[in-house]
């Protein structure tokens, strides 16, 4: 099929280069204002495109696939992480799914590592002391945090994200620890000097810090659960840019809230874009809005790879972000 017959449904309004080309290589549907869709209107537009290109925040679930009707064949995701959307209903429905692995993670990784400095430095603390009048001089005793170099850093998920953090946190003195599913490249692993911990359990309290870099699937909802943040020292602090739903954020809030815990540094919530109320009142959190990957030249390169796995599959051949469910 020619490019140009191939007609995309863009969800929400992406940077203007990225819509220019889009413009210039398909029919596309844009949102022009930016306003997410309703179920019925992504429906809507799902019926009436060979391709979808949705973000974060569209639920694409089983009820979705089965209302989308025949005619949309691609779901090009504008983002990395796939957790809104059925991978299995798509694939049931012959539809395939590809995303934007990569080209954030660099960026990803400058923000989980700003996180690791802001909460145990204070960061966030600071300013708002600045900016409340509260800074009345230096004093030898006030805003002290907990020195961040020969720390102990825990990330669960060392994938493209968390190497990339890796290699930020050796430069600031931290020892890298990590819980995976299997054991990294060994050439990697060697290289970031990183410690395997195929028990998460058995890491979880050893660590001074523990980044969560792991995407959200069934099996990491509440990895970090109420039983395992129990297993952390009351020194650690939690820093998370994945998904919120990896962590149990009431147990979160209260081993906060209660001391357990000595602080925390969130971008992503578990019902965003709501952060948990205690969580937005402690001290020592810091939150952040789901920014890890919010910079112009992340933006532009993600709308590049949906415009490439959109290309790819116009010219037949398989899009190089596909999904790849189990043993496909
Ligand atoms: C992603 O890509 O999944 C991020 O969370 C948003 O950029």
Redesign the pocket.
């Known amino acids: 099929m020619p490019h140009r017959r191939l007609k995309v449904g863009v969800t929400r309004k992406l940077p203007q280069a990225v819509e220019t080309r889009l413009a210039a290589l398909f029919d596309v549907a844009f949102n022009a204002d930016d306003a997410p869709l309703s179920r019925e209107e992504l429906v809507a537009l799902a019926r009436d495109v060979d391709v979808l290109a949705p973000t974060?925040g569209d639920t694409l679930d089983a009820a979705f696939f089965e209302a989308a009707g025949e005619r949309m064949k691609l779901i090009a995701n504008f983002?990395?992480?796939v957790d809104h959307i059925d991978i299995a209903a798509a694939k049931a429905r012959g539809v395939t799914v590809t995303n934007?692995p990569s080209v954030?993670a660099e960026d990803a990784a400058d923000m989980a590592m700003a996180l690791i400095l802001a909460a145990p430095r204070r960061l966030v603390e600071g300013v708002k002391a600045i900016e409340s009048g509260a800074f009345k001089g230096w004093s030898p005793t006030w805003m002290l945090g907990r020195r961040v170099r020969g720390k102990k850093l825990g990330i669960i998920g060392l994938g493209r994200v968390g190497e990339a953090v890796a290699r930020r946190a050796r430069a600031f003195g931290l020892s890298i620890h990590y819980h995976n599913r299997k054991p990294i490249n060994p050439h990697i692993e060697e290289e970031l000097d990183a410690t395997f911990w195929p028990d998460l359990d058995e890491m979880l309290p050893r660590m001074d810090i523990v980044s969560i870099n792991c995407p959200a699937t069934p099996q990491t909802r509440h990895l970090l659960s109420r039983e395992r943040l129990a297993l952390m020292s009351p020194h650690a602090y939690v820093v998370n840019i994945s998904r919120g739903e990896i962590i149990d954020e009431e147990a979160l809030a209260d081993a906060i809230v209660s001391g357990r815990l000595a602080g925390a540094g969130l971008d992503v919530f578990e019902n965003e874009p709501k952060p948990n109320e205690r969580l937005m009142a402690a001290a020592n959190v810091v939150l952040l809005p789901?920014m890890?990957?919010a910079t112009i030249e992340s933006r532009i390169e993600?709308g590049e790879r949906v415009i490439i796995n959109i290309k790819m599959f116009a010219d037949g051949h398989k899009p190089p972000d596909r999904i790849i469910l189990g043993l496909e």
């Open positions: 974060l983002g990395a992480g934007t954030l789901h890890a990957s993600m």
